[in-house]
């Protein structure tokens, strides 16, 4: 049976000819029909889409500087879902449907990449260190990729990281109580996500680099605060260096303090591997084995260079902090405002992990509704809100367009994910959309509409394919543990008189205010 993806599926220009005349019929009458069906299809110049002064209006006049995410339904709407947008250097096709960002994600190759990024590797050639997962390309890439694999993605493996993560989990626990009980109202904790930063950025770092940071500690230490400052800068300046020519570099600031940030960065990181390949050191020296995880791993498996360990678990924090963070912070948020889904949540978690227990990898089978609860969250506000894939291998052909090699794909899933056409009510928050007992009319008393109508490329918040999301199966479980062991503990309502907050575009999607909540505990 063919899935709807399959069918939507384009051939490559390179294909063609295998739908024209039998075998008896070859040759010149080949060469006719395929230059026949590729005449009849339109090339990149021919695509809709906005001029520099249109973008520019939208971006500074109407506002969309910081709601770019929104930008996405507005343009498709003006030109259709597949269309061609200029800004400086960037050259992008825009994609807005699940059957094309099907099409692109079938066609992308065995090596593909999801967008150039010529300012990090500015900055590893500038410092003479390896490429790593952003930068390397090819078969480069995917030897890095290989190595990085199995004990991420492998969710045997995965359940060895249970344990400290719920080490984690406890001292966010313990780090709500202290700021909840100091607030005025002794309830209230101000700016949940930075909160959950601090969360989702010792607990990635306590599996990568198999030390405790300290980030939920009452004083946080210096270096870490160094480490987490480090982090934020980069990513920042990354978005403003790019968009600057290299002859600027001596004449705008932006570089030299993009430089200093990656130098920050690298050398906690560097530091805090090289503390552990001397402690492994001495384990082996003693005649013990070299007991560890992800990163006793890497520097025991000799699939990767020191150079390439350093930039890959440096590479893999990046992305591993503001999926937790920010999917915590919004899942929390609409909980707060939704006393039925909390109530439901909760007895979900009770039923299963009676008395405040400790869910295992096993109990978490047994919690559809707060896998559901994660997946709405996601779907109404993916980390990113946007993809790319720089087709670099070869030319595609994307609905009824010719496309040549190195195309730069934008894969707008803020706009496929808020689309009335794949989700019914789609800028509500409704779990048992998820759930597949609970298809509408069930008597739930909050339908979920559409859980088998909904196209698979329709909801992709971790990637797809062979670049989707290395830490995928961390993220997930660190948010399920954080999440049900927040409801066993606390019931947690919003601020009084909070208001709505609304998401803003800063390459992640994130809050555009602080959400206050109050946290109140459970009997």
Not at 13 to 37: D, H, I, K, M
Not at 159 to 185: C, F, K, N, T
Request: net charge positive; hydrophobic share 40%.
């Amino acid at each position: 049976m063919g899935s709807p993806a399959a069918a939507a599926r384009p051939l490559r220009l390179s294909a063609l000819c295998a739908r024209t005349r039998p075998a008896a019929r070859a040759g010149r009458s080949l060469n006719v029909q395929a230059t026949t069906e590729a005449r009849k299809l339109k090339s990149i110049d021919d695509l809709p889409g906005p001029s520099l002064s249109t973008t520019l209006y939208w971006l500074f006049v109407k506002g969309y500087a910081d709601k770019s995410h929104l930008l996405q339904g507005v343009q498709k709407s003006l030109y259709g879902p597949i269309w061609r947008s200029r800004f400086g250097p960037f050259d992008i096709v825009n994609v807005a449907t699940p059957e094309l960002i099907a099409q692109v994600i079938q066609q992308e190759g065995r090596y593909p990449v999801r967008a150039e990024l010529p300012h990090w590797k500015e900055y590893r050639d500038l410092r003479g260190q390896a490429y790593g997962l952003h930068v390397d390309t090819g078969p480069k890439w995917y030897k890095i990729r290989s190595a990085l694999n199995p004990k991420m993605l492998k969710l045997r493996e995965v359940s060895a990281y249970a344990p400290v993560i719920h080490q984690v989990v406890r001292d966010l626990l313990w780090r709500i109580e202290l700021v909840r009980s100091r607030s005025q109202d002794q309830a209230t904790v101000s700016d949940m996500a930075a909160e959950l930063y601090k969360f989702g950025f010792e607990g990635i770092s306590s599996i990568l680099f198999e030390t405790r940071l300290g980030c939920l500690q009452e004083e946080i230490p210096q270096d870490t605060l160094r480490f987490i400052a480090a982090v934020n800068d980069m990513l920042t300046l990354s978005e403003t260096v790019v968009l600057f020519p290299r002859w600027s570099r001596g004449v705008l600031p932006f570089w030299k303090r993009f430089v200093e940030a990656w130098d920050n960065l690298y050398d906690v990181a560097q530091t805090l591997i090289n503390r552990r390949i001397a402690e492994i050191e001495a384990q082996v020296c003693s005649g013990k084995p070299a007991e560890g995880m992800y990163l006793t791993y890497l520097l025991s498996s000799d699939k990767l260079t020191r150079a390439e360990v350093y930039i890959s678990i440096t590479e893999l924090l990046l992305g591993g902090v503001d999926t937790t963070s920010n999917t915590l912070s919004w899942a929390l948020y609409h909980l707060a405002r939704d006393r039925p889904a909390q109530d439901r949540l909760y007895s979900e978690v009770n039923s299963v992990c009676p008395d405040r227990r400790e869910p295992t990898t096993d109990n978490l089978s047994g919690m559809p509704y707060l896998k559901a609860v994660i997946k709405e969250t996601l779907r109404l506000y993916p980390v990113v809100p946007g993809n790319g894939r720089f087709i670099s291998e070869n030319e595609v052909v994307v609905d009824n367009y010719w496309l040549p090699k190195k195309t730069q794909f934008h894969l707008c899933h803020y706009a496929v994910c808020h689309d009335e056409a794949e989700f019914v009510d789609p800028e509500l928050f409704v779990p048992e959309r998820w759930l597949r007992a609970e298809a509408p009319g069930s008597g739930c008393g909050r339908a979920a509409p559409g859980f088998y109508r909904h196209h698979p490329y329709s909801f992709i918040p971790f990637g797809v394919g062979v670049r989707a999301c290395v830490g995928k199966r961390v993220a997930e479980m660190e948010m399920y543990f954080a999440l049900s062991r927040i409801m066993q503990h606390y019931e947690v309502r919003p601020e009084d008189g909070a208001p709505i907050v609304e998401p803003k575009t800063r390459t992640l999607l994130v809050p555009a205010k602080p959400i206050n909540l109050r946290f109140l505990p459970r009997t």
